[in-house]
């Protein structure tokens, strides 16, 4: 059983492994032209999203920039990301959405890889195993 300051210690060490891959993965943003250039492919399609929410409040129904010429239905898409970034950058206006794009992928990475780590002495929860019926056979 490790001890408090064991654990202390694993902790700390766990968010500057984390701190340290952050700093890394953001050294090549600030050479980027502002508002031109992503890493990444999706990053286009979220700032697009983004500036329309921002601009307009919500998604149109239909794409037009995709899948033409019926372009492409926007109800089936899962845009909490795009409305997320929208809605922080109503909240921090000084904060362009380009910006906010390129390192919230970053922070989102970051957060959801700080939790907690299930220790080996818990036991982890699994549904009953059910008897396989036999197969009749012709």
């Known amino acids: 059983m490790l001890t408090l300051h064991q654990k202390t210690l694993t902790g700390l060490l766990l968010f500057c492994i ?11 943003v600030g050479h980027l032209p502002e508002g031109k250039l ?7 399609l979220y700032h697009w999203q983004a500036n329309t929410i921002a601009e307009h409040g919500k998604l149109p129904a239909r794409d037009m920039h995709r899948w033409l010429p019926i372009g492409r239905d926007n109800t089936h898409l899962l845009s909490l990301y795009a409305y997320a970034i929208a809605y922080i950058h109503k909240v921090f206006p000084w904060w362009s ?6 390192v919230a992928p970053i922070i989102s990475h970051f957060l959801t ?3 907690p780590p ?3 002495q818990q036991e982890v929860p699994h549904a009953p195993m059910r008897k396989a019926k036999r197969c009749p056979t012709f």
């Open 113 to 115: 890889h700080t939790r």
């Open 18 to 28: 984390l701190f340290l891959t952050f700093w890394i993965r953001i050294q090549g």
């Open 38 to 44: 992503f890493t990444a492919n999706d990053a286009y």
């Open 97 to 102: 959405l380009f910006s906010m794009i390129s």
């Open 118 to 120: 299930i220790h080996p």
